[in-house]
């Protein structure tokens, strides 16, 4: 099995059984006019990371790693977006209003869709989710088990602190969450 120099210690995978995991990478976060900056955010931090995960995708397709794809999204309606969530903070735009791109993460919506560079290929999943979480009220974690699924790959973060926060706890006490590892060291496990 290949190995990736990671820590906290080298992670071992099959690639069969592994999916790289790409998280909203949606105009909303990325692009200026979003609702990302809308939050206060700095959205070139996120956009800064386009072209690095545009290869960790080539890099899990040439492998026959699956791709899937998460867009956090709702309904027209709003019926599934929560008032505290519809509510929480002070930003210029709320979820459902009129943006820039459209309505703010709803469905349909030019801004809720994935950038242009990292638009998924044909027959990669893309998980619509109601929620911050990947796995709360979508069929995720349904999928991942019945194609044998064991290992995931993903991250990035609007603030650094986060970032590093996340990476930190993920391989704390002998990995007791997982591995961690720079793209570098993904991509040199399967050359």
């Known amino acids: 099995m290949p190995e990736i120099a990671a820590r906290p210690y080298a992670f071992a995978f099959a690639p069969g059984s592994t999916a790289l995991v790409v998280i909203d990478m949606q105009r909303d976060f990325i692009e200026r006019g979003g609702f990302g900056e809308a939050l206060g955010n700095d959205v070139t931090r996120l956009a800064a990371i386009v072209p690095t995960v545009k290869e960790l995708l080539a890099w899990a397709r040439d492998r026959g790693v699956r791709v ?3 867009r956090e999204g709702h309904r027209a309606d709003l019926g599934d977006c929560s008032p505290a969530k519809r509510e929480r903070g002070k930003p210029t735009l709320r979820i459902g209003d009129k943006g820039p791109m459209g309505r703010i993460l709803v469905d349909g919506e030019p801004g809720n869709e994935i950038v242009p560079e990292l638009a998924p290929a044909p027959g990669e999943a893309v ?4 929620g ?4 709360y009220a979508t069929g995720l974690d349904q999928m991942l088990r019945a194609q044998g699924i064991t290992h995931l790959i993903a991250t990035e973060s609007y603030f650094p602190e986060f970032k590093r926060a996340t990476l930190a706890m993920i391989h704390a006490q002998g990995g007791i969450v997982g591995w961690t590892a720079p793209f570098a060291a993904v991509r040199a496990s399967l050359p």
């Open 68 to 70: 899937v794809h998460t």
């Open 127 to 130: 998980i619509v989710k109601p």
């Open 132 to 135: 911050k979480g990947a796995f």
